[in-house]
C-alpha cells in the first residue's frame, strides 16, 4: 500500500516547529502510523510499555533526533503538567509530538496547564479524498461494507474486517476505559453499542435505552459521554438559531467507524456523510481557527434536513442524504427558502443517474462526487 497524505499531515509539520502538538483520535485510525512519516529520525515512546514507562520518568529520550513521539501518555497522571516543563525548559529540539486514543481535551488526567504550548489536532478516519480522488465512488462503495479505518478498509475483506472490529472494541472497552474511568458493567455497555448501531440516523430516546437496558437515562447519558471520548460515537444536536433550546432536543448518535452501523444501507450511508462532516468542521477548527458546528434540523411539522453545518456562528450548508432520489426534498426546498445558508442547500445522493439544480440554487449531486469536494 502506498503512503496515504492524509488531510492534516501539512498542518502537522507547520505546528510541530512551533509547540507541542497533541494529536488525538479514535485508536488504530493511523496516528502512529502517520508520525513515524513525519520525519527521518525519531524517537517513540508508548506510556503503556513498561520499558518505555521507565525511559519517560527518567526523561531519558534522544535528544539527538529530529523528533520524539509520546503515545498514550494523557494516561500519566499529571501529564499536561509534566510536559509543560519539558517545553518550558527544553522548548521543541526536538520536536514533540504527542498521540493518544482518547480525547485529550477533554481527559481527566491533569489540569489545564499547556495554554500557549501547544496545538490540537485530529485525526479521524480516512476520507474519500485522502484514498484516491480519482476514483470517488469505488472508494465511497468499499467504505460503506467495511467502514474507513485503514486496517479493514484496505484489507477488503468481509472476514478480516469482522475480526478486525471485534478486536478494536474489545480492547477500547477492556483497556482505554479502564484507564478513563472505573466502569463494572461493561456488558451494558456493549449492548448499548448494540442498541445506537441499529438507531443510527434516528432521534435517541434515553428514557426508551434506559428501559430496554434496565439502567436509568443518567447512566445512559454518561455511558454516551464515556462512548465520546473514546471515539466510538459521537453526538449531533438539533440546530436552533437559539442553541440552547436546541440542547434540551434528542440528539442522533453517529459511529467513527461506519463498518459498525447494523440499521441498513440508509444509515450506513448517512454515518459515512457525518463522520465526513465531522471531519471537516474539525479540519476547519484545529488547521484554520475556525468556529464550527454540525447539527441536524427539525421541526415540530417533522421537515427535517440531515445535516447543518455551521461557519463562525453562520448557517453555512443544508445537507440532505439519500439513498436513490431523483425528487428534491421538501424539507430542504423548505429551509432553503427560509434560511437561505450561506453557501446553499444540497441534496447529496448515493445512486444517482444525473445531476441537477433549480433556478433557486438548490443542488442534486452525486454522493461520491460530494464528499470527494469536501476539504477532508
Same mark, same amino acid.
Given at each position: 500500500?502506498?503512503?496515504?497524505?492524509?488531510?492534516?499531515?501539512?498542518?502537522?509539520?507547520?505546528?510541530?516547529?512551533?509547540?507541542?502538538?497533541?494529536?488525538?483520535?479514535?485508536?488504530?485510525?493511523?496516528?502512529?502510523?502517520?508520525?513515524?512519516?513525519?520525519?527521518?529520525?525519531?524517537?517513540?515512546?508508548?506510556?503503556?510499555?513498561?520499558?518505555?514507562?521507565?525511559?519517560?520518568?527518567?526523561?531519558?529520550?534522544?535528544?539527538?533526533?529530529?523528533?520524539?513521539?509520546?503515545?498514550?501518555?494523557?494516561?500519566?497522571?499529571?501529564?499536561?503538567?509534566?510536559?509543560?516543563?519539558?517545553?518550558?525548559?527544553?522548548?521543541?529540539?526536538?520536536?514533540?509530538?504527542?498521540?493518544?486514543?482518547?480525547?485529550?481535551?477533554?481527559?481527566?488526567?491533569?489540569?489545564?496547564?499547556?495554554?500557549?504550548?501547544?496545538?490540537?489536532?485530529?485525526?479521524?478516519?480516512?476520507?474519500?479524498?485522502?484514498?484516491?480522488?480519482?476514483?470517488?465512488?469505488?472508494?465511497?462503495?468499499?467504505?460503506?461494507?467495511?467502514?474507513?479505518?485503514?486496517?479493514?478498509?484496505?484489507?477488503?475483506?468481509?472476514?478480516?474486517? *469482522?475480526?478486525? +472490529?471485534?478486536?478494536?472494541?474489545?480492547?477500547? #472497552?477492556?483497556?482505554? @476505559?479502564?484507564? =478513563?474511568?472505573? %466502569? $463494572?458493567?461493561?456488558?451494558?455497555?456493549?449492548?448499548?453499542?448494540?442498541?445506537?448501531?441499529?438507531?443510527?440516523?434516528?432521534?435517541?430516546?434515553?428514557?426508551?435505552?434506559?428501559?430496554?437496558?434496565?439502567?436509568?437515562?443518567?447512566?445512559?447519558?454518561?455511558?454516551?459521554?464515556?462512548?465520546?471520548?473514546?471515539?466510538?460515537?459521537?453526538?449531533?444536536?438539533?440546530?436552533?438559531?437559539?442553541?440552547?433550546?436546541?440542547?434540551?432536543?434528542?440528539?442522533?448518535?453517529?459511529?467513527?467507524?461506519?463498518?459498525?452501523?447494523?440499521?441498513?444501507?440508509?444509515?450506513?450511508?448517512?454515518?459515512?456523510?457525518?463522520?465526513?462532516?465531522?471531519?471537516?468542521?474539525?479540519?476547519?477548527?484545529?488547521?484554520?481557527?475556525?468556529?464550527?458546528?454540525?447539527?441536524?434540523?427539525?421541526? *415540530?411539522?417533522? +421537515?427535517?434536513?440531515?445535516?447543518?453545518?455551521? #461557519?463562525?456562528?453562520? @448557517?453555512?450548508? =443544508?445537507?440532505? %442524504? $439519500?439513498?436513490?432520489?431523483?425528487?428534491?426534498?421538501?424539507?430542504?426546498?423548505?429551509?432553503?427558502?427560509?434560511?437561505?445558508?450561506?453557501?446553499?442547500?444540497?441534496?447529496?445522493?448515493?445512486?444517482?443517474?444525473?445531476?441537477?439544480?433549480?433556478?433557486?440554487?438548490?443542488?442534486?449531486?452525486?454522493?461520491?462526487?460530494?464528499?470527494?469536494?469536501?476539504?477532508?
Amino acid at each position: 500500500m502506498d503512503i496515504l497524505d492524509r488531510t492534516i499531515k501539512s498542518a502537522l509539520n507547520e505546528f510541530l516547529q512551533e509547540k507541542i502538538v497533541l494529536l488525538t483520535g479514535p485508536r488504530q485510525v493511523g496516528k502512529t502510523t502517520l508520525a513515524k512519516q513525519l520525519r527521518s529520525k525519531f524517537d517513540y515512546l508508548n506510556f503503556d510499555e513498561s520499558t518505555h514507562r521507565s525511559i519517560l520518568s527518567k526523561k531519558e529520550w534522544k535528544r539527538d533526533t529530529d523528533l520524539v513521539i509520546f503515545d498514550e501518555i494523557h494516561k500519566m497522571r499529571g501529564w499536561k503538567r509534566w510536559l509543560k516543563g519539558i517545553y518550558d525548559t527544553e522548548g521543541v529540539k526536538p520536536q514533540i509530538l504527542v498521540t493518544g486514543s482518547a480525547r485529550m481535551d477533554t481527559y481527566r488526567k491533569g489540569g489545564d496547564s499547556l495554554a500557549g504550548r501547544h496545538y490540537l489536532l485530529h485525526l479521524l478516519p480516512l476520507s474519500v479524498r485522502e484514498v484516491d480522488q480519482t476514483q470517488p465512488q469505488k472508494v465511497l462503495d468499499q467504505m460503506l461494507i467495511h467502514g474507513s479505518f485503514p486496517e479493514p478498509f484496505f484489507k477488503n475483506s468481509d472476514r478480516a474486517s *469482522k475480526l478486525w +472490529r471485534k478486536s478494536h472494541l474489545d480492547v477500547i #472497552l477492556r483497556e482505554d @476505559l479502564l484507564d =478513563l474511568e472505573n %466502569v $463494572k458493567n461493561i456488558k451494558g455497555m456493549e449492548l448499548l453499542i448494540d442498541l445506537l448501531a441499529q438507531r443510527v440516523g434516528s432521534t435517541l430516546s434515553y428514557a426508551s435505552l434506559a428501559k430496554d437496558l434496565e439502567v436509568s437515562p443518567h447512566t445512559i447519558k454518561h455511558w454516551i459521554a464515556i462512548l465520546s471520548s473514546l471515539y466510538i460515537v459521537f453526538v449531533v444536536t438539533p440546530y436552533s438559531k437559539q442553541i440552547s433550546k436546541a440542547i434540551v432536543k434528542e440528539p442522533k448518535i453517529y459511529f467513527y467507524d461506519t463498518g459498525r452501523v447494523t440499521a441498513g444501507e440508509a444509515a450506513r450511508v448517512e454515518n459515512t456523510v457525518a463522520i465526513h462532516l465531522l471531519k471537516r468542521a474539525l479540519f476547519l477548527q484545529d488547521v484554520n481557527g475556525e468556529e464550527t458546528g454540525l447539527f441536524y434540523l427539525k421541526d *415540530k411539522e417533522k +421537515r427535517e434536513i440531515d445535516f447543518v453545518t455551521v #461557519l463562525n456562528h453562520k @448557517l453555512e450548508y =443544508l445537507i440532505e %442524504v $439519500k439513498t436513490s432520489d431523483n425528487s428534491f426534498s421538501n424539507s430542504l426546498i423548505y429551509y432553503q427558502q427560509k434560511l437561505n445558508p450561506l453557501k446553499g442547500a444540497v441534496q447529496a445522493v448515493y445512486h444517482l443517474d444525473r445531476e441537477r439544480q433549480t433556478e433557486s440554487g438548490l443542488k442534486m449531486v452525486l454522493l461520491s462526487t460530494f464528499l470527494n469536494s469536501l476539504e477532508t
